[in-house]
């Protein structure tokens, strides 16, 4: 163990997701050694249970969803455990997929093809009016978590075509692994996820892309690395070594040379668990992820700004909090900067950007934002 480290020996959890490859690949090419820490990478079955595991210690640290650390911090979810986000592992990743069943519906309503192109949420407006005419149960859409950027992008994608996420449509939660099963069963009509669970239901043609992620948000944080903040102050320079090493992957991971790479690695069972050949094809597409160019890393606290106004707009959260400085104390660019610095990095000198600053999407303007009195939206999910 080097003598600056507090802990060497470390389990990181992941989900099976392409955007895990920061981690695997950390571990892969040796980052993690060549700054003395020796890693066990534990695959995990859902969002809930990296977030147990942390918040108990079962993990030092993990991949996680970019809103989840300011929900148990916030103790809104049914953890309230202090945690922090050392920096953003990636942006961008993640898609709406429909059913080709609820496809057809679609354009049944539309009286022909659908063009090319995302499609506009106000089709889907049709359909659920005429399901709700006819008495059938209402479209059944599943997201990841209730705090994700998944949850809160199909919500405001729903909201731009007129469609009411809360009353109009059923809203459920599926982990990412799931989300085939329950698509092809039948169990859902459509989903938000990250890859390759959408370019995998196009391969076995059981549904189709609506609109990827970043046509909503051509550069939204996506997932980052998420440990308890007691962790965190008991361990600054392994903590520091941590971030060191996912930094270099990152970088390795968008050169367009070492995707195939990854995606071999990736598909592994012991990660992803998906044929290489789907991996590679999302790595492929321009700008869907995006692992380290443009000052992706950093855990900007504007980003933490945006999620928490997702969670007082959808009923999550309460208006009253103060929650710019759950922002400060949970996105932690001081960390980050130290980290970058061992490595030549430049970090923006400001940890906010002015709001929109970073092309995130607005609430639609003839959406009326959810009452105080809805329940809480997680409730639904």
Not at 56 to 70: I, T, W
Not at 211 to 223: N, R
Request: charged residues 20%; hydrophobic residues 45%.
């Amino acid at each position: 163990m080097k003598a600056d480290l507090e802990r060497s020996r470390l389990n990181l959890g992941i989900i099976p997701l392409v955007d895990c490859a920061p981690i695997v690949l950390a571990e892969e090419l040796g980052a993690f050694e060549r700054r003395g820490l020796e890693v066990d990478i534990r695959r995990e079955a859902s969002w809930a249970t990296i977030r147990d595991k942390v918040a108990v210690g079962a993990l030092d640290a993990a991949q996680m969803l970019a809103p989840m650390p300011l929900a148990t911090t916030l103790g809104i979810d049914s953890v309230n455990v202090p945690m922090i986000a050392a920096m953003t592992l990636d942006l961008n990743g993640n898609a709406i997929t429909l059913s080709q069943a609820l496809w057809r519906e679609i354009e049944d309503a539309a009286a022909g093809a659908l063009p090319d192109g995302p499609l506009d949420p106000g089709a889907l407006l049709p359909v659920v009016r005429a399901r709700a005419t006819t008495g059938r149960s209402p479209l059944a859409l599943a997201s990841v978590f209730p705090y994700s950027s998944h949850n809160y992008l199909l919500r405001l994608w729903l909201a731009a075509g007129g469609i009411d996420p809360d009353r109009d449509v059923r809203l459920s939660v599926v982990p990412p692994p799931h989300m085939i099963a329950h698509l092809s069963g039948g169990v859902i009509d459509g989903y938000c996820v990250g890859e390759p669970w959408n370019q995998q239901a196009v391969s076995l043609d059981i549904g189709r892309i609506a609109v990827a992620g970043c046509d909503l948000w051509p550069a939204m944080p996506e997932k980052v690395l998420g440990t308890t903040e007691a962790w965190g102050r008991r361990h600054p320079e392994t903590l520091a070594a941590l971030v060191g090493a996912l930094i270099e992957a990152c970088a390795w991971l968008d050169e367009p040379a070492n995707h195939a790479e990854a995606a071999r690695v990736l598909a592994s069972p012991r990660y992803v668990n998906a044929p290489a050949e789907i991996i590679a094809r999302s790595l492929a597409l321009p700008g869907f992820h995006i692992f380290h160019r443009d000052g992706a890393n950093f855990p900007w606290r504007s980003h933490a700004d945006w999620f928490l106004a997702q969670m007082v707009r959808w009923g999550q959260a309460s208006a009253g909090c103060d929650l710019r400085a759950v922002a400060d104390r949970v996105f932690r660019p001081d960390i980050f900067r130290a980290a970058a610095a061992v490595l030549g990095i430049a970090c923006p000198a400001e940890d906010r950007k002015p709001e929109g600053g970073h092309g995130e999407p607005a609430a639609p303007s003839h959406a009326a934002d959810p009452p105080a009195a809805r329940s809480n939206a997680s409730n639904a999910q």
